[in-house]
């Protein structure tokens, strides 16, 4: 499997097309997987994917007892705080859904210091995969989700941080955002996040062309820095989509 750092675009009605499409694709990566591996993302764009997954007809779709949650990075506070990624996941479906609780892959934000939360998620994630090295030809995750911050992150790799060239952790402690909520974060890696079948960008909302048109231009933001080992593909609402 080579990777792919060129992204396929799909531009999309509005929202809605987006979260659709997002559930089809990630039910279109489980299907025929005896055990499935999901890497899901934080921020409002994967809110309607999320929904939708806990609703009729997605939620009988979605083999639940075969497919394990993970999440790309999560804020440094407890799952019950607003700003918990984790948190959000579950209130949005996974608590609506029969998802079995080992299935539920959360970091652990209750850790003494980020860093320690990024080492135990490691051994979590190295577990899961049987290995302590990633082979390109044997993803750890059949979907990854992604979104992008207005300065070009993604999941908690900031503009100009030293995490963005990492390339033998699996998971790394942030301990400083560099855009609001101004909490500690822990985040995967690039070479973590692209050990997948499909890495997904959802880019719902209009505030995001700005961004998006620079990402596309190839300026060197995080965003672009993003690769897979299997597809990448952006997709976007035609709110977002940069002028063609
Ligand atoms: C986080 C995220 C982050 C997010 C983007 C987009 O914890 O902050 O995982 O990388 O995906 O900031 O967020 P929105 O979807 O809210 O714009």
Redesign the pocket.
């Known amino acids: 499997m080579t990777a792919q750092a060129k992204p396929d675009l799909i531009v999309v009605d509005d929202a809605q097309a987006l979260a659709e499409t997002a559930a089809r694709r990630l039910i279109d990566r489980l299907s025929g997987k005896p055990r499935a591996a999901v890497c899901l ?6 809110e309607g994917l999320y929904r939708l997954l806990g609703e009729e007809p997605w939620r009988s779709a979605v083999p639940w007892d075969r497919v394990h949650w993970f999440i ?4 440094f506070v407890p799952e019950t705080d607003p700003l918990s ?1 984790m948190g959000a996941a579950r209130r949005h479906f996974l608590k609506r859904v029969p998802a079995p609780r080992q299935n539920i892959h959360p970091i652990a934000t209750d850790a003494n210091y980020p860093e320690g939360a990024a080492r135990l998620y490691e051994d979590e994630l190295q577990q899961f995969y049987g290995a302590k090295e990633l082979d390109a030809a044997r993803p750890l995750f059949d979907l990854v989700l ?5 300065d070009g ?4 790799l900031f503009p100009n941080s030293a995490a963005l060239e990492e390339k033998a952790r699996w998971v790394l402690g942030v301990a400083k955002a560099g ?1 609001e ?1 101004f909490v500690p ?1 822990v985040t995967l890696t690039f070479p973590t996040l692209a050990s997948t079948h499909e890495m997904l960008f ?1 880019i ?2 209009a505030d ?1 062309r700005e961004i998006l048109g620079r990402v596309l231009a190839r300026e060197d933001l995080p965003a672009r820095r993003a690769y897979s080992n299997g597809e990448l593909v952006w997709l976007v609402a035609r709110a977002a989509a940069p002028e063609e």
Do not use: F
């Not at 993302?41 to 994967?46: V, Y």
């Not at 790309?72 to 804020?75: C, E």
């Not at 992604?146 to 207005?150: K, Q, Y």
């Not at 992150?153 to 908690?156: E, G, K």
């Open positions: 993302t934080g921020g409002s764009s994967p790309g990075d999560d804020r990624n992604m979104g992008l911050g207005s992150h993604t999941a908690s855009m909520p974060r959802l719902d909302s995001k």
